[in-house]
């Protein structure tokens, strides 16, 4: 029979009775466990599963939470050990802002689903780049003009994260006046009095320490359920804010009972007050880390089999040589799951879906998914190589149109890659290699820095060339002192001024050394790049730059490869599938209830 100090929690000795070491062992397991699952989801952080959840926020505020349940959980067997000092700032820091930082990241959901719709209907924006801050300080005016440029080009997600850091430090503020205020903490206190061991943990000063937690469960996390309610993805990313936000709900009222009332005596004795958050604590954490590992272990899986059925269907085409037209059709082997019925569609199929009305879809990947971004990547580029096609087979008669045809295929290329592919610009950018990243970045870096320094995108703002123009940065106010200006402004540095859209020529069709008709890159010398229709309201910030020799209508296709095929291996296998149920079909016939659909 397991002993069990009849005393319990009573500030003596420490109790290392049955349920004293139950309560270490499990700490221990449960730790071990938990870190292994949060390193395993860092090792795995370039997943677009993990990526889009903000993984270094997500296990952040798993950690600080689980620095409190692992103090909570020692305070049975420890007996008092932990003086209350230490106890009252692991309740006022610990508590609070891991909830904070669980809050912030469990906001990713919305914000994620928001703006994937609102990629559907405005592609074309991207988030500006900060000037640098240069030498000095700087006085009040400069960095209330660098807080404006701030908060106009963070995003969502950013300006929820600097309102909870701005709630953590009024957090510590209150606690602070609070420890040194009261006589139970100090010597030099001006409230309340010395007292027991016991009678310290009771008291005032301990409810500003539950009042996030209490808020974040009744208020934040039910007003962020009714936000959500509409959005099905397939991740089960809503199914998890459910469950920890229910979970949460029993533990500030329990607490408040435990230790304002008498009644709870018997029960505080082996049940400690903090005790009752931590259901609501684990259930947090373990959701929070369960839910992406198993979907990262799904979506591996998945991976080997889909290799695994291309690798039999490869080899029984081989072995029957079979021709091309079987491509055609769905290759039968195997079954990723019984779905699919043995079925795994074609790369030709979704390259008829592209070419042609795409927006089923389009809504599918943005609202079950949520990485829409890769379908308008996708058919961004189809658009780019067509309209290289129309400008240089069609629209070139001379040497002169077919460089400022190439300059404004250029343009619209830039478009392309600061609206999706750069990482500090695009709101979702895709997730592509390395190499194929750093060749790009090569080609069209300087440029993105000229355009997204010093621009701000407006709501019908585009880079392409028939985009209209792109609103400045308001300049900073002007500079009082010495002080007040330790950098130039972005309209210093990089002039804000509109992209005009390039004029285009006759037809002439451009060969290269191979006689190849396909490539944009024709001439010896690199262009530069001169706006046309100068209105004498300012000058265009590409002006000037030169059009890098390795740019031609083949930019983006290794990008596009690597894309194509990861769509093709999985969103449009799960797409096919879905829309075979019925009433499916129906959410791509119309935008207009797009959100309600997301």
Known sequence: MVYLNPGGFNFGPQNWDGYGISNIVFALVYTVALYAACLYLWLQRHHPIVKMRKVGLMLLSVLVIHVFCFMVFTVYTLNGAWPCSVEFWAMNLYLPIGIGLWQVQNQQLLIVSRQQTQMIHSNHLYKPLLPPRGRGLGGPRYWLWRFKIWYRSTSTQGKYEGFVFIGIIIQFTVSMLVYNMSRKFNH???????TSPGLCRRGWEWAPSVVWQFLWNFFFGPYLL?????IRDIYHWRLQT?????????????????????????????WLPAMWFVPGMM????????????????????????????AEFDQKRLGSSLDSVTLRGSMATGSLKAKRKGKMYSMESLDECLAGNHDSLQIYASCKELNGENIIFLTKVLAFKEACHRAFHSTCDSRTDFRRARQDMFRQALSVFVTLVHPHTASYPINIESPIYNRLEAIFGFATTLVAMCKTPSRSSSLSANSSSVTPWDDPPPSDGQGDSPTATPAEEFPSFPMHALSKGGSETTRDGNGSSDRIVGVTEEEIVKPSNIDGQGHDPLEGIKVPAEFDENVFEAAFKSIRYMVWSETWQRYMVWKQKPGQESIGHSTGGLHQDC
């Open 226 to 230: 009714w936000k959500i309610r509409m």
């Open 283 to 310: 259930a947090m954490e373990i959701v929070t880390v369960a839910f992406p590992t198993y979907q990262i272990i799904k979506n591996k899986r998945a991976s080997r089999e889909t290799n695994r059925i291309l």
């Open 188 to 194: 030099y206190g001006i409230v309340s009095h010395h």
């Open 242 to 270: 459910i469950i920890a936000v229910v979970a949460g709900l029993p533990g500030t009222p329990l607490w408040l009972a435990a230790v304002y009332t008498d009644k709870f005596g018997a029960v505080n004795k082996y």
